[in-house]
Nanobody, 119 residues
Framework: QVQLVESGGGAVQAGDSLRLSCAASGRTLSNYRMGWFRQAPGKEREFVAVISWSIDSTSYADSVKGRFTISRDNAKNMVYLQMNSLKPEDTAVYYC????????????WGQGTQVTVSS
């Protein structure tokens, strides 16, 4: 069993930055991909970013490429999402999830953290 707890969300203005954190506990997530997803009101949950735990390769949704950066600290079992140049359309509940498999499906999900960006 893995527990994922997100933090760092909040209400900001367009152009601001936020850093989300995801603390994983229960077991070491070495060799697993971890990811961030988001769900805006009235929309389906969508992929945001994913990072390979051991190889350190990353992938991003086109909508956030160049603005968001996913990273991880293996020693602390943490995953981060640095979000810069935030836009109102980034408003959503952000979820940490993993291990991320084919089709961006994940076994474990956090409870989510709200990010609200006003114009």
């Amino acid at each position: 069993q893995v527990q994922l707890v997100e933090s760092g969300g909040g209400a900001v203005q367009a152009g601001d930055s936020l850093r989300l954190s995801c603390a994983a506990s229960g077991r070491t997530l070495s060799n697993y991909r971890m990811g961030w997803f988001r769900q805006a009101p009235g929309k389906e949950r969508e992929f945001v970013a994913v990072i390979s735990w051991s190889i350190d390769s990353t992938s991003y949704a086109d909508s956030v490429k160049g603005r968001f950066t996913i990273s991880r600290d293996n020693a602390k079992n943490m995953v981060y999402l640095q979000m810069n140049s935030l836009k109102p359309e980034d408003t959503a509940v952000y979820y940490c999830a993993g291990p991320v498999g084919p089709g961006f499906r994940a076994d474990y999900w956090g409870q989510g953290t709200q990010v609200t960006v006003s114009s």
